[in-house]
C-alpha cells in the first residue's frame, strides 16, 4: 500500500536509481507516482497518474543530484489526479514530503494552516505535513542543519494523529529524515556511505541486503551517515544491522509474463522450503498451542481463508478447536482474551494494519503471540514471541499464491504436530510437493486455459467445498475476483440450497473442490443440485466423477488436499485475467501490503 523509496549517498544518479527501485515496489500501489529530486538549488519534483511499469526514466531528463525520494500511491484521501500524487511540497517550495498511511486530524490542521496564509494545491491529508514542517521551519530563514531539520520534523509529528511512514525533505537541507508509526520502513545501507530508505526490501536489493528496520515512533536522519531517534523520548537509539538472505533475481520476472504465473509455478519447491522448519521450534509451538487457554487465529484476506482452514485442520488432525477471526473483526472479541490465550497471525507481508491491530490487542491482555510470516524482520515477526517463517520468497503479485500454499503447509504441519505427529505431516507434505511438482506441466496449464477460453465472458461463477475445501472455496472467489474480475463467490457445499441455489442458471460455471474423504460424496451431490438447475460443472478432484463438465485432476494429497486444490484455481484465475486483458499483478483498486485500517 504506497511503495515509498529514497537514496541519499555519493552517487549522483540519485533520481534514476529511486525511479528504478519504484518500478520494484509498484505492486504496492500503482494509481499514480512521482519523485522528488534535491539539487544545490532547489528540489525538482515530477508526478503523473498511472503506472510507472513503462516508464523511460532516461525522458524525464531529471538533474544529477546525490539525494532523491519517489512514490506510488494506492489513493486514501483524493482522487486519483496528477495533484493528489506525491511528493507533496509547501507553499515555498520549501519542504517535500512522501507519505504511506492516514493523517486522521489532518482536517483539522488544514484549516489552522489556511488561516496562517498556506495555499493548498491537492485534495489529500499528506499535505499538510509539508505546510505544517515548512510552518515550523519560519523561523529559520535560509539554510538549516541538520539538528533543526530533525527536530522541527518531530516537532511536527507530535502533531499528527494516525499511521504513517514519511520522507521529508527540504530545499535548505541535505539530510533527509524519515518517521514511521504503523507503516513500515526499512533503512538499506549500502557501500561507502550509500543508504536507502524503502516501505519494502526488493526496492534495494540490486544494491545491498544489508538492513536496519525503523520501529514505530522512530525516526532516522540520514546524512552521510545515520542516526535513529526515538520520537518518544527524544533519544538516540542504535539500530542491529540484519543481512536479507533473499537474492535480488528471486524478485524479478524472469522469463515470465507476470509475477503470478512465476509465484505459482515456484510452488513446485515452495512446500518444501515452507516445511524445513527447526523440528524443536515447531514442537515448542505446537505446546503452547495445546496449553493455551484458548488459540486465536488471525488474518485478513486470503490470511484469513487459511486461518479457517486450520480450523477444520486441527479439528481433523489433533481433535482441537481453534479460533478464527478476520484481523478487522478481532477486536470485537477481545473480551475472551486472556492471559494464557494465544494468537497466532498469519500474514505474507507481515505489515496488515488489521492483523497487526489484533497482534497489539491481544498483547495489551497479556496474551501470547505468534506468526506465521513470509517477510522476515516485518512488524509482525518482530511483535512476535514466537515466528514461523514460511520462506517463500519475495511476493509481487498482488494475488497471493506461493505464500498461500506456504502457509497451509505450515498450518497442516503444526496441527500433526500438536497430535505428536510431526514426521507423519511432515512426510504427507513432502508427498504432496512432489505430486505438485508432477502437477506443474504445460500440459497441465493448457488443458486449464482450454476451460478458461470457454468461460471467459461469464458474469458469475460460484465455487463450492466441504470440510477443509470449504474455506478453498471462499479462497478461490477471491483468487477468481481480484484478477478476472468475474462475480464469484464461495460456498459451503451445505449451504447453497438454503438460498445461493436461486443465482444458478443455464451455464453457470461452478467450481467443486473435492477431496478424496469423508466429504466427498456430500460435495458430490451438491454439485448434482447444480447441474439440474442448468450449472456447468467445473470438478477439482483426484478422481473422474460423471457430474463433471470439466475436469481438473488433482493429487489425492490426504490432509494436503487444500493445497493441491487450489492451485488450478489460481492458474484459472491467472489465465481469466489474461484472456479478459487484465493485468493479473496489478489488479484494479487493489494494493499489497494493507497497511490501512
Ligand atoms: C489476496 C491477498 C490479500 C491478502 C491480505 C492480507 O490474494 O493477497 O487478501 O491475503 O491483504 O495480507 P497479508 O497476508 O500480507 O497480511
Given at each position: 500500500m504506497c511503495g515509498i523509496i529514497a537514496y541519499k549517498g555519493k552517487r549522483p544518479d540519485a533520481a534514476s536509481l529511486v525511479l528504478k527501485g519504484l518500478k520494484k515496489l509498484e505492486y504496492r500501489g500503482y494509481d499514480s507516482w512521482g519523485v522528488a529530486v534535491k539539487t544545490d538549488l532547489n528540489i525538482v519534483i515530477h508526478k503523473k497518474i498511472g503506472k510507472i511499469g513503462e516508464l523511460n526514466i532516461g525522458k524525464l531528463k531529471l538533474p544529477t543530484s546525490h539525494l532523491a525520494m519517489a512514490h506510488s500511491r494506492w489513493a486514501t484521501h483524493g482522487g486519483v489526479t496528477d495533484k493528489n500524487a506525491h511528493p507533496h511540497a509547501s507553499c515555498g517550495n520549501r519542504v517535500v514530503v512522501i507519505h504511506n498511511g492516514i493523517i486522521e486530524n489532518y482536517l483539522q490542521l488544514k484549516k489552522a494552516l489556511i488561516k496562517k496564509g498556506h495555499k493548498f494545491v491537492s485534495e489529500t491529508d499528506t499535505e499538510v505535513a509539508a505546510h505544517l514542517i515548512e510552518e515550523n521551519l519560519k523561523k529559520y530563514p535560509g539554510k538549516i542543519d541538520k539538528a533543526i531539520f530533525r527536530h522541527e520534523v518531530q516537532r511536527s509529528l507530535e502533531q499528527f494523529k494516525g499511521r504513517y511512514a514519511f520522507l521529508v525533505m527540504s530545499e535548505d537541507c541535505d539530510s533527509i529524515v524519515a518517521a514511521r508509526r504503523g507503516s513500515p520502513l526499512i533503512i538499506g545501507k549500502g557501500h561507502d556511505g550509500d543508504y536507502f530508505i524503502a516501505s519494502?526490501?526488493?526496492?534495494?536489493l540490486d544494491y545491498t541486503n544489508e538492513v536496519m528496520y525503523l520501529d514505530d515512533d522512530e525516526m532516522v536522519v540520514i546524512d552521510g551517515g545515520h542516526d535513529f531517534i526515538d520520537l518518544k523520548t527524544g533519544k538516540e537509539i542504535k539500530k542491529r544491522i540484519v543481512k536479507i538472505e533473499?537474492?535480488?533475481?528471486?524478485a524479478e520476472k524472469g522469463s515470465f509474463l507476470h509475477f503470478m504465473i512465476k509465484e505459482i509455478m515456484e510452488q513446485k519447491e515452495t512446500i518444501h522450503r515452507a516445511i524445513n522448519q527447526n523440528e524443536k521450534l515447531m514442537k515448542k509451538i505446537a505446546d503452547a498451542i495445546n496449553k493455551a487457554f484458548g488459540t486465536y487465529f488471525i488474518g485478513c484476506g486470503t490470511a484469513g481463508k487459511v486461518c479457517i482452514a486450520a480450523s477444520y485442520l486441527f479439528s481433523k488432525i489433533c481433535k482441537k478447536h481453534v479460533n478464527v477471526q478476520f484481523g478487522s473483526e478481532f477486536p470485537n472479541f477481545q473480551h475472551f482474551i486472556k492471559k494464557n490465550s494465544l494468537l497466532v497471525a498469519v500474514s505474507q507481508?507481515?505489515?496488515t494494519a488489521d492483523t497487526l491491530e489484533a497482534m497489539e490487542v491481544a498483547k495489551k491482555k497479556g496474551a501470547k503471540l505468534l506468526t506465521i510470516v513470509n517477510v522476515e524482520g516485518s512488524s509482525m515477526d518482530r511483535m512476535a514471541d514466537l515466528s514461523i517463517h514460511i520462506?517463500?520468497?519475495?511476493?509481487?503479485?498482488?494475488?497471493?499464491?506461493k505464500a498461500t500454499t506456504a502457509q497451509l503447509a505450515i498450518v497442516t504441519l503444526l496441527a500433526y504436530a500438536c497430535a505428536g505427529r510431526l514426521n507423519e505431516g511432515k512426510k504427507l507434505l513432502i508427498e504432496a510437493a512432489s505430486q505438485i511438482n508432477d502437477m506443474l506441466n504445460p500440459r497441465y496449464e493448457k488443458h486449464i486455459l482450454e476451460l478458461a477460453e470457454k468461460i471467459k465472458n461469464v458474469e458469475s461463477m460460484y465455487v463450492i467445498g466441504r470440510g477443509m475445501n470449504y474455506p478453498m472455496a471462499l479462497e478461490s472467489a477471491i483468487k477468481l475476483q481480484e484478477v478476472s474480475y468475474i462475480h464469484a463467490e464461495g460456498f459451503a457445499?451445505?449451504?447453497?440450497?438454503?438460498?445461493?441455489?436461486?443465482?444458478?442458471?443455464?451455464?453457470t460455471p461452478c467450481i467443486a473442490l473435492v477431496a478424496n474423504d469423508e466429504t466427498r460424496s456430500d460435495v458430490i451431490s451438491n454439485a448434482i443440485e447444480i447441474k439440474a438447475r442448468g450449472g456447468f460443472i467445473i470438478g477439482v478432484s483426484p478422481r473422474r466423477e460423471e457430474v463433471f463438465d470439466y475436469w481438473i485432476r488433482v493429487p489425492d494429497a490426504g490432509d494436503a488436499s487444500p493445497i493441491v486444490n487450489i492451485i488450478p484455481v489460481q492458474i484459472l484465475a491467472y489465465q481469466l485475467a489474461v484472456l479478459r486483458k487484465n493485468n493479473p499483478d496489478m489488479p484494479r483498486n487493489l494494493a499489497k501490503s494493507v497497511t490501512v485500517k
Open positions: 519494502d526490501i526488493p526496492a534495494f533473499w537474492k535480488a533475481q528471486e507481508s507481515g505489515e520462506k517463500a520468497g519475495p511476493e509481487k503479485a498482488v494475488a497471493s499464491t457445499g451445505g449451504e447453497l440450497k438454503h438460498g445461493p441455489i436461486a443465482l444458478i442458471s443455464k451455464g
